[in-house]
């Protein structure tokens, strides 16, 4: 029997959260076998809501959550919750306690995070955001386990993963990340619309650069398998009415605007793709990708394709043995290029704004 792994959440009882935790406890993200410890942290003004949380959780009788106990008492103040199951210990802990939360913590999904309201300037976002981040990244620098893999999704997730980098300097540098898989699981989507092939038969999009709207979504390598075999996208582009030059504009604007539009409809943001993307980020990182793939993640630049060090940029990786390598080699054309170093200089500007807010 495998032991559990711990795996906090934070922003718990927040949208993304609500449909995070139960992807997590069905194996969405660790696979169907894996015991887990969720540990959902989220602020006291969502205390009563996080208990609702898990009050739901315990509903659910989720087998890998099998250790949760079915007194609740206030579990908020009580906190943790363990049992030994033979040699599993599985439960959740639900808190508002940031040391608590982090308390030898495996893998860290990072949700919590202050919301862009209106008539908020991005400095103000960035300013609120950057001091959750620091102080997040110091709690789990103490209580940790070593080694916790961390996934940000909260925005401004490249910046607030940098933050983390800075003030968790015992957590390698290799173990921090930032979430563009939504985008490329987006990008995925729209070709297998267009093209009207199974989603699951494309690869190899590219998401360069920042979640926001200066990402890059490149679809130069991408192939679909057909029953001729693996053919690069812009070959079948040819033969759609959907030509190639909508690659280099229609496509890249509806994956870098998808989130508005969702907004649009749902009033809302998106929140069951995001969890799920969020699943797709851990289990590749930690299970590993498919021979002869390659997905999108925000990582440390080591320099790789002109990218200077020093950022977190979403770049094509693949992983294995829980460990991602960027993707070395491709061919970059001037129109991607340009793309490229447009999304890295934001995020130089967004990291010199960050600092100054951290300075005050
Ligand atoms: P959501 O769960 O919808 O979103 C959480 C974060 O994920 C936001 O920063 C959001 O950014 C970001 N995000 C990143 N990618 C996406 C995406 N593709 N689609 C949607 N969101 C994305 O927000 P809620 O307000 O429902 O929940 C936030 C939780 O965080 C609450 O439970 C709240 O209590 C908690 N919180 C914690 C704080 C702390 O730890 N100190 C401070 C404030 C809140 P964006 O805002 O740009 O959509």
Redesign the pocket.
């Known amino acids: 029997v495998q032991s559990a792994v711990r795996i906090l959440v ?8 609500y449909a995070l935790v139960p992807m997590i406890a069905k194996g969405a993200m660790l696979g169907p076998d894996q015991p887990v410890i969720l540990h959902m ?3 006291k ?2 205390a009563e ?1 996080l208990k609702g949380v898990k009050m739901e959780l315990i509903d659910a009788a989720f087998p890998l959550l099998k250790g949760m106990p079915l007194n609740l008492q206030d579990c908020l103040t009580m906190g943790r919750f363990l049992t030994s199951y033979g040699c599993i210990i599985a439960g959740v802990v639900a808190t508002t306690d940031v040391a608590e939360a982090c308390k030898d913590v495996n893998i860290a999904v990072m ?6 309201t209106e008539g908020m300037e991005r400095k103000d976002v960035m300013s ?2 950057v001091s ?1 981040y620091k102080a ?1 990244a110091s709690a789990l620098e103490q209580h940790a386990a070593p080694n916790c893999k961390v996934l940000v ?3 401004p ?1 490249n910046s607030n993963a940098l933050i983390l980098k800075e003030f968790a300097p015992s957590i390698p540098e290799k173990n921090i990340t930032c ?1 563009t898989r ?1 985008d490329h699981n987006r990008a995925l989507g729209q070709i297998s619309e267009r093209l009207n092939v199974h989603v699951g038969d494309v690869k190899n999009v590219i998401i360069w650069g920042n ?1 926001s709207s200066t990402q890059y979504p490149d679809v130069n390598h991408a192939t679909v398998m057909t029953s001729a075999g693996e053919k690069p996208v812009s070959e079948l582009v040819h033969d759609d009415q959907w030509q190639l030059h909508l690659l280099n504009s229609e496509f890249v604007a509806t994956v870098q605007q998808r ?1 508005a539009a969702i907004i649009k409809a749902r009033k ?4 069951l ?2 969890a799920s993307s969020a699943c797709d980020h851990i289990r590749d990182w930690v299970l590993g990708t498919p021979q002869g793939s390659w997905v999108s993640m925000g990582v440390y630049s080591d320099g790789s394709y002109g990218i200077q060090p020093g950022i977190i940029y979403s770049f094509p990786v693949t992983c294995q043995k829980g460990e991602w390598s960027i993707v070395q080699g491709l061919k970059i054309d001037e129109f991607s290029r340009e793309k490229m170093d447009a999304t890295a200089k934001e995020l130089i500007e967004e990291k010199s704004l960050a600092y100054s807010c951290l300075k005050g």
């Open positions: 934070t922003g718990a009882a927040g949208q993304i959260g942290l989220d602020i003004p969502a809501a949700v919590g995070g202050f919301p862009r609120k955001n959750i997040q999704v909260a925005n997730a979430l939504l979640h989130g809302l943001s998106s929140a793709s995001a």
